[in-house]
């Protein structure tokens, strides 16, 4: 049975007036914000299970085309049923009336954005003014103040659910980036399938960035040679589904945590319990 995590209540929040020295404050977080978080990956390799494990109630919000999310179809399960609800993006306004109705009723302990990157579709498609964007996109499809446009209003989109106070998910499919440079040395790098300019505001903007991949599984075993025990690694049946969360040269990834806090390669089977630890500084 999957693990509900329970919600604390949420406090009376009191507005924040009078002038700037007036909000002058120590530093610290409030828990009910929650946390903000970008999930990236290949189709396939976990991410919808793993935001099924956030607190309840979920909304996810769908937005990958067509008229049935077949990739909620990994957590119907009976328990989900009761604690998971989804609705279908139509057009990019949706999403501020989402937000809006979240605001007034704080009904959901997590909001998921499942995908980005079929809400960028979304809104080029408006942008343009088609029924339907190709299965294949061509260069020339959109101009440049086309595109421009297009990741103005992905930002103001992004950017109203990430002022929720809830915990917030943002998932994406993964796109390889050629546009980091170090010296005269092109420095690829593996993020959220976004154009550029949006995956370089949203990479900031949220408190932590992972991704997701499947990888073979193995089992070590030791194996003596003569008077020395040597210790191998062989492949197994299956796969294990992973996170990657530490630092990496060419993952996007990214923790806030304080300096010197340790924090695995990989976490298997990962869950929101696992990454909540993480951030909480209890190890992997």
Request: proline share 6%; with cysteine; aromatic share 6%.
């Amino acid at each position: 049975m999957p693990n509900v995590t329970k919600q604390k209540p949420k406090k009376t929040r009191r507005k924040k007036t009078g002038s700037a020295v007036d909000r002058i404050a120590p530093i610290g977080f409030d828990e009910d914000d929650g946390i903000k978080i970008n999930l990236y990956g290949r189709s396939g390799t976990g991410k919808t299970t793993l935001w099924a494990t956030f607190p309840k109630p979920i909304l996810a919000v769908v937005a990958s085309g067509g008229s049935k999310p077949g990739e909620l179809r990994s957590i119907n399960t009976p328990e989900y049923r009761k604690t998971i609800h989804h609705t279908l993006i139509e057009k990019a306004g949706d999403i501020r009336e989402l937000v809006d109705h979240q605001r007034d009723t704080e009904k959901f302990s997590t909001v998921v954005l499942d995908h980005a990157t079929g809400l960028q579709d979304l809104v080029l498609k408006e942008i343009l003014g088609l029924d339907d964007l190709p299965a294949q996109g061509s260069w020339g499809m959109a101009r440049q103040q086309d595109w421009g446009q297009c990741a103005l209003q992905m930002k103001e989109l992004l950017r109203s659910l990430l002022s929720l106070d809830c915990n917030v998910v943002i998932v994406a499919q993964e796109r390889e980036f050629n546009t980091d440079t170090e010296g005269d040395l092109l420095m690829p790098f593996v993020g959220s399938a976004l154009t550029p300019s949006v995956t370089g505001w949203l990479n900031p903007a949220c408190d932590y960035i992972c991704q997701t991949f499947i990888r073979q599984r193995t089992e070590e075993k030791e194996t003596k040679i003569g008077k020395k025990t040597v210790r191998t690694r062989s492949k197994v049946g299956g796969v294990d589904y992973c996170l990657r969360t530490a630092p990496d040269p060419v993952f996007t990834t990214k923790f806030r945590l304080p300096k010197g806090t340790e924090l695995p390669d990989v976490v298997v089977d990962p869950t929101f319990d696992k990454i909540n630890s993480l951030i909480q500084g209890q190890g992997g």
